[in-house]
T-cell receptor, first 114, second 113 residues
Framework: KAGVTQTPRYLIKTRGQQVTLSCSPISGHRSVSWYQQTPGQGLQFLFEYFSETQRNKGNFPGRFSGRQFSNSRSEMNVSTLELGDSALYLC?????????????FGQGTRLTVV | KQEVTQIPAALSVPEGENLVLNCSFTDSAIYNLQWFRQDPGKGLTSLLLIQSSQREQTSGRLNASLDKSSGRSTLYIAASQPGDSATYLCAFAYGGSQGNLIFGKGTKLSVKP
């Protein structure tokens, strides 16, 4: 059974550019969540998508956005990149996204903004 | 504001020792708590999920407990091995959704051969 797949694994972008990250959840999982991990802040919740709808959103600026497709694959977009956006971006999938289910994470996308 | 605290931040032990990692949280109305392992530069590997109605879960050499009334969870690792070296993170589901996890900063474990 394939795990959560994130692409690309590594990205280097310039300040002011935009970037799109992709996440394919485990087959049958309908909820996809995104997290940002930095050495200073640790893991922080960005947003969650379930059945193509954003269900929860963390405390991030509007430059961070996402969407989910009918096959549950999700993309995350960051516009007008800043140096502080350099981080490991992780996505997680769960079967239904309700309580009492296990979250599984991908290997992450390492974004470096120069 | 819900917060998760993990103590200690780092731990170094000789191989073979039994050890306990601690996780405390401020919101007792959690839905469940999950323990993860993260190797440097990698994603998170799920270790154990304790549902809100449970008090503990076991998997191999790992045992996790949950005490909602005191706001604490512990991860017990028996007979530690060098391959256990990693950062261990606890997280609880907030707002009824496993898709919104609140994480601690983790405990970095080093097991010396």
């Amino acid at each position: 059974k394939a795990g959560v797949t994130q692409t690309p694994r590594y990205l280097i972008k310039t300040r002011g550019q935009q970037v799109t990250l992709s996440c394919s959840p485990i087959s049958g999982h309908r909820s996809v969540s995104w997290y940002q991990q930095t050495p200073g802040q640790g893991l922080q919740f960005l947003f969650e998508y379930f059945s193509e709808t954003q269900r929860n959103k963390g405390n991030f600026p509007g430059r961070f956005s996402g969407r989910q497709f009918s096959n549950s694959r999700s993309e995350m977009n960051v516009s007008t990149l800043e140096l502080g956006d350099s981080a490991l971006y992780l996505c997680a999938s769960t079967v239904l996204g309700t309580g009492n289910t296990e979250a599984f994470f991908g290997q992450g996308t390492r974004l470096t903004v120069v | 504001k819900q917060e998760v605290t993990q103590i200690p931040a780092a731990l170094s032990v000789p191989e073979g020792e039994n050890l306990v990692l601690n996780c405390s949280f401020t919101d007792s109305a959690i839905y469940n708590l999950q323990w993860f392992r993260q190797d440097p530069g990698k994603g998170l590997t799920s270790l154990l999920l304790i549902q809100s109605s449970q008090r503990e879960q076991t998997s191999g050499r790992l045992n996790a407990s949950l005490d909602k009334s005191s706001g604490r969870s512990t991860l017990y690792i028996a007979a530690s091995q060098p391959g256990d070296s990693a950062t261990y993170l606890c997280a609880f589901a907030y707002g009824g959704s496993q898709g919104n996890l609140i994480f601690g900063k983790g405990t970095k474990l080093s097991v010396k051969p």
